[in-house]
């Protein structure tokens, strides 16, 4: 047996695995109508946060415990002004539309939203989010612009114009765990690995070896559900790291209507070969020579929680999550220093890449914004509110409690390492994947477009059609998502 991981449901929530199993849409309907009464309850001083559960339990803690909201006065924060968290269902999609609902009705509160950084522009793009230079300092908004992430800045902004219009809480960056014992064991030098990820064919060499020799179940798990996080994700990190797109080079992420499909393209039908030989080997009639079967074929039904399971009880070599991940496994009385972590490897390098943007390593961005009702009869308290969410003492205090990392990359090295746990291992490699990560093509189709793409992408990892006929049913799909937009601005 593997070593015994604790794992945990609470503080390791939505926004860490971002798309888990949802709770039904009826419940996002409940929680709109919960904020309602909340707010007609609350004090004159309350303001009122959408959230998940795991960011509601560290708000308000007790005994020696540093809460956010302590923080927050601490940062400067009025101490009439209370935040109190709405937690909402945990899945994003589901999440998405009780905010549509609510703003749509002109509700508040909620007074701030907490969205995925995944469908913020849509929001942006119908208005219903407040521009950040009209509550914010000066001083503050050219710190955020200086200091934050610029990947999960593309994401918070309005594309027409540049303007700031949601504030990153935290981002989040697909990696690659590995069992470093294992693979060393039969030969591979993974100390390297950290900083110049291998190459996908290298990658699955060793880790078909190290199953082999070690005798676990699986080589590889990872997530390939017909799901959010196929297309937002997984198949942008694989596909991105083979030098494709869907819209070519990452110059196209969010202007819908004139820009090229591309999903046909080479780089894009290799990454899909890539995961079919992955899942079922050399017997698969699309198998890419040299690599090898490292799947198991579950894995078309995976997501974050059941990808992850096999690899924390030790019944695999390898594991592709997000950063919550490496705290559940990286712990003393799991693997401790045996577990490796990296960036994704990669197929093709920058400079040999189609388009650009891509090659090389690559990780999927995922994470969350705060935006401001534009409903909200408190204005002033919530743009306070915001404005002591940028203090650097904020976003350690959240980091240590939960986990997120800050939007300031670089302030991970700050945090304490007992608090942070197993992760201050591994800051270099998150400072990578962050400086590597890639977004999804965010625009206000991208709701639509992301359901047609990871079905026909699961489609083809199952078998059902092959790499060339499912991505021709995507492109044509995806032209007529693409052209409705032209048809609605006269094109």
Avoid at 127 to 134: A, G, R, S, V
Avoid at 322 to 348: I, N, R
């Amino acid at each position: 047996m593997g070593p015994k991981v604790i794992r945990e449901r609470t503080r390791r929530g939505v926004s860490r695995r971002g798309f888990l199993t949802a709770a039904s849409v009826s419940a996002a309907a409940t929680s709109v109508a919960v904020a309602g009464c909340l707010g007609q309850a609350r004090e004159p001083g309350t303001i009122v946060m959408s959230g998940d559960t795991d960011f509601e339990s560290i708000m308000h803690t007790e005994g020696e415990t540093p809460s956010v909201q302590q923080a927050l006065w601490d940062a400067g924060l009025d101490e009439d002004i209370t935040v109190e968290v709405q937690a909402g269902v945990d899945d994003s999609a589901q999440r998405m539309q009780s905010y549509q609902s609510a703003l749509q009705a002109g509700r508040s509160p909620p007074d701030i939203f907490m969205m995925d950084s995944g469908w913020t522009i849509p929001f942006i793009l119908r208005e219903q989010t407040t521009p950040l230079e009209e509550v914010l300092s000066a001083e503050v908004l050219t710190r955020i612009e200086d200091e934050y992430l610029e990947a999960t800045l593309e994401t918070a902004r309005d594309p027409r114009n540049g303007t700031l219009h949601a504030l990153p809480l935290f981002p989040d960056f697909g990696l690659m765990l590995y069992r470093r014992d294992l693979i060393d064991d039969v030969g591979y030098e993974t100390d390297g690995w950290a900083t110049e990820p291998p190459t996908w064919q290298e990658f699955s060499e060793a880790t078909a070896d190290a199953r082999e020799e070690s005798g676990v179940d699986f080589g590889f798990t990872t997530q390939a559900a017909a799901y959010e996080g196929l297309a937002c994700c997984t198949f942008t990190e694989e596909m991105s790291t083979w030098g494709g797109g869907y819209f070519g080079g990452t110059e196209n992420l969010f202007t819908a209507g004139d820009r090229p499909i591309t999903v046909e393209s080479e780089p894009v039908l290799d990454a899909i070969r890539m995961m079919r030989t992955f899942i079922n080997g050399s017997d698969d009639e699309y198998a890419l020579e040299g690599y090898r079967q490292i799947c198991p074929s579950a894995i078309v039904q995976w997501t974050e929680e059941q990808s992850l399971s096999p690899f924390a009880n030790g019944d695999a070599v390898a594991h592709r999550n997000w950063p919550f991940a490496v705290a559940q496994t990286g712990a003393e009385d799991a693997f401790g220093e045996d577990l490796g972590v990296m960036s994704m490897p990669y197929a093709v390098s920058e400079e040999e890449a189609e388009f650009e943007g891509v090659g090389g390593t690559a990780a999927g961005l995922g994470g969350w914004h705060l935006t401001l009702n534009p409903n909200t009869e408190r204005i002033e308290q919530a743009a306070a509110v915001m404005e002591a969410f940028t203090a650097e003492d904020v976003m350690l205090t959240i980091f240590q409690q939960l986990g997120y990392l800050p939007p300031i990359l670089e302030l991970i090295e700050d945090a304490s390492a007992d608090e942070i746990g197993p992760i201050a291992r591994y800051t270099e490699q998150i400072r990578i994947a962050g400086e590597n990560a890639v977004p999804r093509p965010v625009t206000d189709l991208w709701p639509e477009q992301s359901a047609l793409i990871f079905q026909e992408v699961n489609a083809a990892y199952r078998g059902v059609k092959s790499p060339e006929g499912a991505m021709s049913d995507l492109a044509e799909r995806l032209e007529a998502s693409e052209a409705s937009v032209e048809e609605q601005h006269g094109d």
